[in-house]
């Protein structure tokens, strides 16, 4: 289903009652499955119990890999994920250049029989979960341990100590540029980071890992090729600012991923995959709702009254409180018990506006029954 709504400050609540089983559909990320990276590296030079040293680089990089905790992830990391750190660690590098700058040298790779999660680095030394590997050795392990390497060379923490006043570079944007590096330029044929209908309500350009990367990626190619580039050359100087996103492109990163994102939607809804205020057949099947025509008021009506009062409006296929004071809350006719909510919304900076569900006619206000 699909509620879409411009609010006015200080919008009236909108209540859902809720009494029958509307709906569940698992919309979990499809794992998409990590094919095998053509790689020409040379083989490992020295080996010892479970630690192998790799040269990369022609002999510029020593790479430590330790799988002395897990002796079960030995051979898979030795014959599949050492050849590509050989291959990528010196192309990552070459691939986030700046003025003066020496990637580390030397990188440990640990893997951990105890650590929980999938991977994390810290400076040069990174750790990864046995557990998690184990499971997913023939999907996206190779692929999380080029994220982390990315992680060393990045090396913000440079940044940090050299301008400790420095505006820092947003989480969401270190993790978009470690996810770009690896969904475009490692494995873009396993399409990864793609927006398609099932992840779209959830694509923002700061939501960080997938959908950064897919933003840097149409802004690298509509705007400025050299953007990751500039970006990353600042944040190890720690020098990053947000007004980068102008100087390179003419507009600022809200202007940019609002239009990143107004053009996926409208490729998804030319592809016929994205209905606005209406459902796919796809949708209909998995038992999804239409609580909003985009139209009229069909299905709604002001709390403990028949009708809808007048402040509330349908305007460009959203549903708009134009006048708050003559509005109430607005209450599905439907009720609902199990269910599960999409809708997209704006509200305006300090706006008072939200959603109350559970909701009951017994109380004096909406608030009264509904958490
Ligand atoms: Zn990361």
Not at 54 to 75: C, M, V
Not at 151 to 165: A, C, M, T
Not at 217 to 237: C, M
Request: net charge negative.
């Amino acid at each position: 289903m699909e509620i879409k709504m411009n609010s006015a400050p200080h919008m009236s609540l909108i209540a859902l009652f809720v009494s029958l089983v509307l709906f569940l559909s698992q919309r979990s990320i499809t794992a998409q499955q990590e094919r095998k990276s053509a790689s020409d590296s040379t083989a490992p030079s020295t080996a010892t119990e479970g630690i192998k040293k790799l040269s990369a680089g022609s002999g510029k990089y020593e790479l430590l890999l330790d799988t002395s905790e897990t002796p079960e992830l030995r051979e898979w990391a030795e014959n599949e994920l050492a050849p590509v750190m050989q291959k990528w660690y010196p192309e990552i590098i070459q691939m986030l250049p700046s003025d003066g700058y020496q990637a580390p040298t030397n990188v440990t790779i640990q893997f951990s029989k105890e650590m929980r999660g999938v991977a994390a680095t810290s400076g040069t030394k990174i750790r990864c979960a046995a557990k998690w590997f184990s499971e997913n050795l023939k999907g996206e392990a190779k692929g999380a341990v080029f994220h982390e390497l990315v992680h060393v060379v990045q090396n913000y923490g440079l940044g940090r100590r050299k301008n400790p006043d420095g505006q820092r570079m947003p989480g969401w944007l270190v993790e978009g540029i470690a996810d770009y590096l690896r969904w475009y330029k490692y494995e873009p044929e396993s399409k990864g980071a793609e927006i398609t209908k099932r992840n779209f309500s959830r694509a923002r350009y700061d939501a960080s890992y997938r959908p950064t990367a897919n933003f840097l990626n149409w802004t690298v190619s509509n705007y400025s090729p050299e953007l990751v580039v500039v970006l990353n050359a600042a944040a190890r100087e720690g020098k990053y600012n947000d007004d980068l996103w102008k100087e390179k492109t003419g507009k600022t990163v809200q202007e940019l991923g609002n239009e990143w994102k107004t053009q996926i939607e409208r490729k998804l809804i030319d592809a016929g995959e994205l209905v606005v205020n209406g459902l796919t057949e796809e949708e209909k099947k998995a038992g999804w709702k239409l609580l909003f025509n985009g139209k009229d008021f069909d299905g709604w009506h002001v709390f403990k009254m028949n009708s809808v009062r007048p402040g509330w409006q349908v305007k460009d296929g959203a549903l708009v409180c134009a006048d708050p004071h003559n509005a109430g809350d607005l209450c599905t006719d439907q009720q609902f018990d199990w269910f599960e909510l999409e809708l997209e919304y704006n509200i305006s900076a300090g706006g008072n506006s939200g959603i109350i569900y559970h909701v009951t006619d017994e109380g004096g206000a909406v608030w009264a029954t509904g958490p």
